[in-house]
């Protein structure tokens, strides 16, 4: 088998899931009983970075996400992150926006330290953040 096609998610299209997500949710849901996501304990928004501090900082985009908040005790808060830094690179991957983030939220990442690259005061510097598993509500 190759993977699981259907077209209950769209009228215009089918959609085939690989073999090997199937597999991976599939171990998850039977081991843990729920599928982990990546958490990091931050509210952010894009930002635009002057184009003279970007310059200076010789950053590769244009922009990065501020920190609205720090989620009390959460990895971004073990890891040093405070309200105002702004997040100009994960894993060496720049980020413009909080899509960005996604990527290293999937659940192979839980458990799993990220560089971070942010701009504090007007100077970069970097942090590292053990990210840990989305809380789940109380059912």
Do not use: C, W
Not at 31 to 60: F, N, V
Not at 101 to 114: A, H, I, M, R, T
Not at 120 to 126: D, I, N, P, S, V
Request: zero cysteines; a neutral charge.
């Amino acid at each position: 088998m190759l993977g699981i096609a259907t077209s209950g998610l769209s009228r215009i299209a089918g959609l085939a899931v690989p073999i090997a997500t199937v597999n991976r949710v599939v171990e998850e849901l039977l081991t843990k009983g729920h599928i982990s996501r990546g958490y990091l304990g931050l509210g952010l928004q894009p930002i635009a970075i002057p184009d003279a501090l970007a310059k200076e900082l010789k950053l590769t985009g244009p922009g990065g996400v501020i920190t609205l908040s720090v989620e009390p005790n959460g990895p971004a808060e073990r890891a040093g992150l405070m309200i105002g830094d702004i997040l100009v690179a994960l894993n060496g991957k720049p980020i413009q926006d909080t899509d960005d983030v996604q990527s290293v939220l999937e659940p192979g990442f839980v458990g799993k330290p990220v560089k971070a690259t942010l701009v504090r005061g007007g100077a970069l510097t970097e942090a590292s953040i053990t990210v840990g598993e989305r809380p789940r509500r109380a059912e």
